[in-house]
């Protein structure tokens, strides 16, 4: 059997993630990555779910040990990706999403020159705004703020493997793309060694 | 709007190359190259359909003049990839399928390091011997030769980008995998250049 893939998808606010992840976990091949957080839950978190729940000590300790594939640290909180969770996937045959931002997807290209980097897309800044206001659930603030991180959000597309754009932002078209890319890595003569000796002794 | 792709499908007989590239055109995004040869036509052979039938001083002189993509002998006869045809269908937006062996992919992967070498294999040579004998329309003889063709069209598989293998050999799936390489090809940032600057014009 062969090993799982890596996804890092990473992408802006009214790129369609979510629902590009939920397309992709509904076929049974993939996993989510949980993140591990040093914040405090709260009411609507599950641990284990939401995120790994654990503590400064045990976060710094990981990253000490190398048990941290990314993090980050944001309003005084570490944010990162459990090395040992994510390598049972791979290790089961299932591919592995993580939904995490330029620098981790940066972090993890070093370590996991293999990952595939993935920046979804929607079609153009103009119509980003337009599904943001659209929803109506956020004070215009929120949303201003939002897009303003646009810009940064994208300043390392460019050593990104892949840019997939989201053009309608609820149909499958999107997460099609990324199974298509899925299929053609493990049709690539790197997932295939030994093809010849293969094929005679079959 | 983006250059077609050029894909080298190569296989062994009992591969379903045939098949595989009748799923592909029926799309609509596929032409299939036309090869062009010195030998006589047959009573069965549509000059611009089966072949471009031109003289050996003709394909001399389009060989000399970098006119062929790639070109061999055989049994006294040239058969060649006309440069002009293959590149007009590109410059058209649609993808160009090029049903050659090892030698001439080979000879384009020099020519045009992003042509896309695609090996279609029945998923063991057990399997592609009881396909031909299934036929039940050849000589032993015959059988045997193309069987023992097989190694020999194997010999750079290595150097290929993709190898595809075909299970059923009838149904969609090979032509879907080789889509879905086509889908994950015209994501990547290079068929993408300029990503930040168009997101934020357009």
């Known amino acids: 059997m062969k090993k799982g893939l890596m996804l890092i998808i990473s992408g802006p606010a009214g790129s369609g993630k979510g629902t590009v992840n939920r397309h992709l976990l509904a076929t049974g091949d993939f996993v989510y990555s949980i993140s591990a957080t040093t ?20 976060f710094i300790s990981r990253i000490e040990s190398g048990g941290m594939l990314e993090y980050t640290e944001y309003c005084g909180n570490f944010y990162g ?34 990952a595939i980097l993935i920046m979804l897309l929607p079609p153009s800044f103009k119509v980003q ?8 659930t956020e004070p215009e603030e929120k949303i201003l703020e939002r897009l303003a991180r646009t810009k940064e959000e994208l300043r390392f597309v460019d050593s990104y493997d892949y840019v997939v754009y989201n053009y309608d932002g609820c149909d499958r078209e999107a997460a099609d793309k990324i199974l ?19 094929y005679f002794e079959a």
């Open 39 to 58: 914040r405090a839950p709260r009411p609507e978190d599950t641990d284990g779910v939401t995120y790994h729940f654990i503590s400064r000590e045990e």
């Open 81 to 114: 990706t459990p090395r040992k969770e994510a390598e049972a996937v791979l290790e089961s045959g299932k591919n592995l999403i993580l939904e995490i931002e330029v620098d981790g997807a940066r972090q993890i290209k070093e370590k996991y020159p293999e």
């Open 180 to 198: 298509a890319i899925v299929s053609a890595k493990n049709s690539s003569l790197p997932r295939n060694p030994s093809v010849m000796e293969k």
């Open 129 to 136: 705004e337009s599904r943001l206001r659209g929803r109506g």
